[in-house]
């Protein structure tokens, strides 16, 4: 299956699951010397082949002041950029999932209790920035942590994952928000008198 259709098909998975609201969260999928990456603005629920952009791995070219007709990247090219630059992954996903961004809010980091969690995530670090949108701090901060760790929440904004392939980075990133539903409901059952 060609890259833009496996992208299409996880964007529309990702938006029914509500790891994204409808115009945040991007996916990118690396190839040789460039990386293929959602636009800017993209609606991951109904990607068109417009909608992926194809990128430099080695430089980053400012699609938005160029003048080509073709949409700009997502503006967290420069994190993806970072991830594949400092590791050996292949396909980056970042996402907003509610309730893992909800149990970051104060934490360090997540550690799933349920058998999928443990197995495919064990724990996820949650890290702090100033600017945590389209951010330097953010691509200095995550490669490193993602030698360690197939996903990591940046506080107050999104999850990014890597892995292989794309369903694999999204399959980190559905994973992690069911394992945080799943804290979130033991919590409430165990603050209720039943």
């Known amino acids: 299956m060609e ?17 994204v609201s409808l115009s945040a969260g991007n ?6 010397d460039f990386f293929y990456i959602t636009a800017s603005g993209a ?3 109904n990607l068109k082949r ?13 699609f938005r002041y160029a003048g080509l007709k073709q949409a700009p990247p997502s503006m967290e090219e420069i994190v993806h950029r970072a991830i594949y630059l400092n590791t050996s992954k292949n396909s980056v996903v970042h996402v907003h999932p509610p309730a893992a961004l909800a149990l970051a809010q104060d934490a360090e980091y997540i550690k799933p209790a349920d058998s999928e969690g443990k197995f495919y995530l ?6 702090e920035v ?11 901060k995550i490669p490193s942590l993602m030698k360690k760790n197939p996903a990591v929440i940046v ?13 694999e980075a999204a399959s980190l990133v559905s994973t992690l928000e069911f394992s945080c539903r799943m804290e979130i409901y033991r919590r409430i059952i165990k603050t209720e008198d039943y």
């Open 155 to 167: 506080r107050f904004h999104g999850v990014f994952a890597a892995a292989e392939t794309p369903e």
């Open 3 to 19: 890259v833009y259709e496996r992208i299409r098909r996880l964007g529309s998975l990702m938006f029914t699951q509500g790891l």
């Open 122 to 127: 064990k724990e996820v670090p949650v890290i």
């Open 43 to 45: 609606i991951l629920g």
């Open 50 to 62: 417009k909608d992926l952009v194809k990128v430099p791995l080695n430089s980053s070219f400012n």
């Open 27 to 32: 996916i990118s999928a690396r190839s040789e």
């Open 130 to 140: 100033s600017s945590p949108v389209a951010s330097h701090e953010v691509a200095e």
